[in-house]
């Protein structure tokens, strides 16, 4: 039973355009989500964060957005960058004091020159 | 600071066989998560030790898979023995107490063959 879903493995965009990655969950006790980025042969490092209580965080050319109704949130990129390129992972806690992430099986981004 | 250490970064082993894998975490860093990703998947928690107390090994294999953190810092994952479908990156992680933010090592992968 998939918990955290990222329906499409893969996405390519042109250098300078939106990137924008889905992530779909099922579980509604989740109360907090996160980006990861992972390069090939590195560890997962984390990107960006957004709690239940907001539906929008922001860092720089990175905004997440969080639809809980829809149990939806989304990843935007503006403008990507060549450098963009990678595995991109969402993943979920639920509350509990443990911390424990589930993970969706990525999204691989191709970002064009 | 000095990132999540792991060692080795690569590891060939024959089904049956025993193999064990080791992480240092950040300094001062209470929690170490020991997350398994097979191809194609997102990472998978085993394990998660606060201080050198476990806290969740609810999908640890146990009667194959050993963890231990001994003195609350180092940790090392044991497979004992090795089965085929255990080919994956063993990820180590560690994060400050109630923080998501992890920090990820690089990993160790494990090709069983």
């Known amino acids: 039973d998939q918990q955290v879903k990222q329906n499409s493995p893969s996405l390519s965009v042109q250098e300078g355009r939106i990137s924008i990655l889905n992530c779909d969950y099922t579980?509604?006790?989740?109360?907090?989500f996160l980006w990861y980025k992972k390069y090939p042969a590195e560890g997962p490092t984390f990107l960006i964060s957004i709690s239940s209580i907001k539906d929008k965080n922001e860092d720089g050319r990175f905004t997440v957005f969080l639809n809980k109704s829809a149990k939806h949130l989304s990843l935007h990129i503006v403008p990507s960058q060549p450098g963009d390129s990678a595995v991109y992972f969402c993943?979920?806690?639920?509350?509990?004091?443990?911390?424990?992430?589930?993970f969706g099986k990525g999204t691989k981004l191709t970002v064009n020159p | 600071e000095a990132g999540v250490a792991q060692s080795p970064r690569y590891k060939i082993i024959e089904k049956r066989q025993s193999v064990a894998f080791w992480c240092n975490p950040i300094s001062g860093h209470a929690t170490l998560y020991w997350y398994q990703q097979i191809l194609g998947q997102g990472p998978k928690l085993l394990i998660q030790?606060?201080?050198?107390?476990?806290?969740?090994d609810s999908q640890l294999p146990k009667d194959r898979f050993s963890a231990e953190r001994l003195k609350g810092v180092d940790s090392t994952l044991k497979i004992q023995p090795a089965k085929l479908e255990d080919s994956a990156v063993y990820l180590c992680a560690s994060s400050p107490d109630s923080n998501y933010g992890y920090t990820f090592g690089s990993g160790t992968r494990l090709t069983v063959v």
């Open positions: 993943a979920a806690s639920a509350p509990g004091g443990s911390e424990k992430l589930v």
């Open positions: 030790f606060q201080n050198n107390g476990v806290v969740d």
């Open positions: 579980n509604s006790m989740f109360d907090y």
